[in-house]
DNA sequence: AGTGAAAGGCGCCGACA
DNA sequence: TGTCGGCGCCTTTCACT
């Protein structure tokens, strides 16, 4: 699955990561290449899938979403009946940013953003009600310390 | 902290969030409004820091960052020096994608993406060779079941 | 606060080396 | 594969309502 890069693609992924309303000048100029090589790589590494899509990240608390948790969830049921139920679940709830299905002995972790914890409690209450769950931690965070959506290129 | 926002200025964030790079026109047409409303409006959420930066989101497994993990800490250090020590280092390593300090017997949460288990080790053994650390759990994701950077408005 | 128009810049695509 | 040049759209601004 790992796509064939080089230097300069690596260098172009960086620079779109950092600020993707840079014009291609000047993409082109910071890499050391030009406009057109520029686009046409930027062009393949879309198709290849390499790049995803383009958005804005917004500021949670200016919009009023102060709390955030991480959820870690135990679950005695393995079948696949009840995994989609849950999966479909974590995908209608816009409040789950993050799920991750884990190794070890506990089977999953959320990243749920909510305006406070009433909004998380409604959340545990839906998810709780919709699947069977055998143990839920919620972690709640205090200060997010770090955040970036840049891989480490 | 919490800027005020109407629900013009949602549906154009939520256009935003989905897709950046939809032109003035667009965004306009589908909040149902016209280009320099639409773009003051914009101005004016970037200024009060409500829109952050623009990027793009690259796909991990394409680039060879195979695993993700979850990494959960006790300290028994709380003095301001350490927690310093402990910020500077997560912040000069870029495997780190997220850190929050939590409230409860956790103290603190991160998620680190790196190419597979080896790289995660070295990010473990350079970890607790700078800041001394009382007890640490890495949960391996085997399967991220949802991502998004969209927040619920 | 929204409409309309005008200008400059930029993405995108050609031909050429 | 990289450079140059042009067409047309899109951002950005301003004057008016």
């Avoid at 950092?18 to 198709?47: F, H, M, Y």
């Avoid at 079948?79 to 070890?104: D, I």
């Amino acid at each position: 699955m790992a796509a064939r890069i080089d230097e300069l693609d690596r260098k172009i992924l960086s620079e779109l990561q950092a600020d993707a309303s840079q014009s291609l000048d000047e993409i082109a100029r910071k890499v050391g290449s030009s406009k057109t090589p520029v686009w046409n790589r930027i062009r393949k590494l879309r198709e290849a899938g390499v790049i995803g899509k383009q958005t804005v990240l917004l500021e949670p608390e200016a919009l009023g979403f102060d709390a955030c948790f991480f959820v870690l969830i135990r679950t005695s049921e393995h079948e696949a009946g009840w995994q989609e139920r849950f999966l479909a679940t974590l995908r209608a709830r816009p409040e789950v940013m993050e799920a991750h299905r884990l190794a070890g002995d506990i089977d999953y972790i959320l990243k749920v953003r909510v305006e406070n914890a009433r909004a998380y409690d409604r959340f545990y209450q839906a998810l709780i009600a919709e699947v069977k769950i055998h143990n839920v931690t919620a972690l709640l965070s205090m200060e997010e310390l770090k955040f970036t959506t840049g891989l480490p290129l």
